[in-house]
């Protein structure tokens, strides 16, 4: 089925570790909707490119546009299926993998070259499929998806966000340092949100979920209750 305008878009975007990922899942389980984790995309990719021996620079060097010509080609033919939480690359469950912290650090890296976004793009606008879509990640609401429903920009403190990614690492049985994951959190906010192009920031039609103080439940009720606001007053 081809993707269709008319079909609701609900947009969490926000910085590193805020939990959009849980909130916009759940979110999208309650309602019947499909859900896309964008992020993953850009995860898959760096996974992809350092599995084909496509190797990023280090850290403080610019990428060239040869190579980001060849990342981009790695994104637009990712063999990936998603299937409920697991993420499946070439046949292979990526899952756990994909969310360790030096997948982290090169998907923010590669999200970052022109080319790779452009190459991502109809991927992501593909799945707005009826019923509706719940889509998480930096630019859903400025770029992927301007005309969603529901824009939310969902965020917490940086000490509260490191310590939400280090439990989740040390329940998935992964290595993890607070010190480390605090560093890498400000380092992805800065990069995320200083880049050219897409970079993070807060739509003009977005509203503000800080979610330091609230647990995953309550940020997911305050999310339907704005999607059901929105579906009986849509001009405000
Ligand atoms: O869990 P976390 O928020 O750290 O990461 P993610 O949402 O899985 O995204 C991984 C990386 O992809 C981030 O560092 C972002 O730079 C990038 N990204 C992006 O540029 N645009 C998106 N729509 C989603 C993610």
Not at 82 to 102: H, K, N
Not at 136 to 165: N, Q, Y
């Amino acid at each position: 089925m081809a993707a269709v305008p008319s079909v609701p878009v609900i947009a969490i975007d926000g910085p590193s570790a805020s939990g959009k990922g849980t909130v916009a899942s759940r979110v999208a389980g309650l309602l019947g909707f499909h859900y896309l984790d964008s992020g993953a995309l850009y995860r898959l990719t760096a996974l992809a490119a350092r599995r084909a021996g496509c190797l990023l620079p280090a850290d403080d060097i610019a990428v060239e546009d040869a190579l980001a010509g060849r990342l981009a080609q790695i994104a637009a033919t990712l063999d990936v299926r998603f299937d409920g939480a697991a993420i499946w690359l070439a046949g292979e469950d990526v899952s756990l993998v994909l969310r360790d912290e030096q997948t982290s650090r090169e998907a923010s890296r590669v999200a970052a070259l022109a080319p790779v976004r452009a190459a991502l793009l109809q991927r992501q606008r593909d799945f707005r499929r009826a019923p509706g879509l719940v889509t998480d990640g930096r630019d859903m609401a400025t770029v992927v998806f301007p005309d969603a429903v529901l824009k939310i920009f969902l965020t917490a403190s940086a000490d509260e966000r490191a310590r939400r990614r280090y439990k989740q690492l040390i329940e998935n049985g992964l290595a993890a340092s607070m010190e480390d994951l605090l560093r890498d959190i400000h380092a992805r906010d800065q990069r995320d949100a200083s880049r050219a192009l897409a970079p993070l920031v807060q739509d003009h039609r977005a509203s503000l979920l800080d979610t330091t103080c609230l647990t995953a439940d309550a940020a997911v009720e305050e999310v339907l209750r704005r999607y059901r606001a929105q579906a009986t007053s849509p001009c405000e």
